[in-house]
């Protein structure tokens, strides 16, 4: 089905606000003191969540490509990506504003005595190098470079499911859901991978032969 131009900057929209409705159900149950005992933690939690789907959902733009073999779930990677930032900048600014009160001192002590926040911070560093280099701009610039550094989105999808285990005192089925998701996600590329260094490998082969 042939969508023109406008169709998929229509689109685009929708989905922008689809994937800022979460959001906005946060900031409106705030509001109306609707998340329960504990708005803070409720709030924090709910933003990591998010962030920790938009990973899922964008990395399984690539797969969702190669199984329709449509090139239209490439063109909202860059969205997802982008909201999967703010949402992890978002689950950030609660903790260290609203859970922390700006307290650096409550900051340096807690960190050492939660290897996982380490592990959060680790992925969140990965998460704000994939957004600045994310513009057009930046992957003219940096060219081959470019795909090698978003290859990061990987290492940055395990980091995420590792900093959530590591959090999560009993109940761990949640956390575990998203484990065997991101290693399908994983599999799937290491496969191509596999398949993409064998098919170079024969052609290398061939033309030696001739
Ligand atoms: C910026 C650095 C980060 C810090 C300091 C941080 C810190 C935290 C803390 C303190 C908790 C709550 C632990 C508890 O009270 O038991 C938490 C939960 C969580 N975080 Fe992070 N985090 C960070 C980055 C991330 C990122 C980048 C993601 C995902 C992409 C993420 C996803 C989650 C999830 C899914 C939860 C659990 C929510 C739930 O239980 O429903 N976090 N984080």
Request: charged share 15%; proline share 3%; hydrophobic share 50%.
């Amino acid at each position: 089905m042939y969508i023109s131009k406008r169709g998929w900057s229509f689109i685009k929209i929708i989905i922008f606000f689809l994937c800022l409705s979460p959001f906005l159900l946060l900031i409106n149950d705030t509001i109306q003191d609707q998340l329960g005992a504990n708005p803070i933690q409720a709030l924090h939690f709910n933003l990591g969540d998010w962030a920790l789907r938009f990973l899922c959902i964008g990395l399984a733009l690539k797969p969702l490509k190669r199984l329709t073999k449509q090139s239209w779930p490439l063109r909202f990677r860059r969205m997802m990506g982008l909201f999967t930032f703010f949402y992890a900048s978002s689950h950030f600014l609660v903790y260290i504003v609203l859970d922390l009160s700006l307290s650096w001192e409550e900051f340096v002590d807690e960190v050492p005595k939660s290897p996982y926040i380490l592990v959060g911070l680790f992925t969140y560093l990965l998460l704000i190098a994939l957004a600045i280099t994310s513009t057009k701009a930046m992957q003219k610039r940096l060219g081959k470079r470019w795909v090698q550094l978003h290859k990061l989105v990987y290492v940055a999808g395990i980091s995420a499911v590792i900093h959530y285990l590591w959090l999560v005192k009993s109940d761990i089925g949640e956390p575990l859901i998203y484990a065997s998701i991101m290693f399908v996600l994983l599999g799937f590329r290491l496969q191509n991978y596999i398949k993409n260094r064998k098919a170079v490998a024969a052609l290398v082969k061939q033309r030696s032969t001739t």
